[in-house]
């Protein structure tokens, strides 16, 4: 379980191939206290270390993982947001992430304004129950607030310190962000007959 809030900006030392779907993040100090086993929400999606050498963490991924995520496309340098998962006791400042990413979606538009930054998300047709108006979801791990809604788009605020926090400040339109719906909302939704559909 994580929370959304990024502790910090990895980068990838060695993208996974069709060949060797395998990972490697240059995870810096996050990387101190992980060992083969732990889990680590990379770009949003929950990961197991299966190998660790120094600050470099390495991920095996899926079929499922790389087709649900944005990590197959990855290249050697980018960056992107780490999480360890929450500790039992410890205070909640997002909202419950279960790194389990629903499907990658598009982001369409930024709009700066001043150090504040508006996105506008495709907002998927079969999700329009689930991302309402003052609702949570996270992007790339990050947990954030659904400002408008439209009928294919969506915007997030995003603050000076979450922008320079994150990977969101190396982000163009047109990339792909990992979703999660908030799980909360997914269970409403099921409870209503209308659970989210697989279109992935």
């Not at 609702?135 to 603050?159: N, P």
């Amino acid at each position: 379980m994580f929370t959304g809030i990024v502790e910090a900006l990895g980068s990838v030392r060695a993208k996974p191939a069709e060949a060797l779907p395998v990972l490697w993040i240059e995870g810096g100090k996050v990387a101190e206290t992980l060992k083969p086993g732990d889990s680590l929400a990379v770009n949003g999606c929950c990961l197991t270390v299966t190998q660790k050498e120094a600050s470099s963490l390495r991920f095996d991924l899926l079929e499922e993982t790389r087709r649900r995520t944005n990590l197959g496309g990855l290249e050697n340098g980018d960056l992107v947001n780490l999480e360890r998962p929450v500790a039992v006791g410890s205070r909640i400042d997002g909202h419950f992430v279960t790194g389990h990413v629903d499907g990658p979606i598009r982001l369409v538009e930024i709009r700066h304004q001043a150090d504040e930054h508006e996105l506008w998300i495709e907002r998927r047709k079969e999700w329009e129950t689930v991302i309402v108006p003052k609702g949570s979801i996270a992007l790339d791990g990050i947990s954030l607030t659904i400002g408008l809604t439209k009928e294919d788009r969506f915007s997030v605020w995003i603050t000076p310190f979450t922008w320079r926090a994150t990977n969101l400040q190396t982000r163009r339109p047109g990339d792909l962000l990992n979703v999660e719906i908030d799980i909360l909302a997914r269970y409403v939704a099921a409870q209503l007959g209308k659970p989210l559909s697989e279109t992935f």
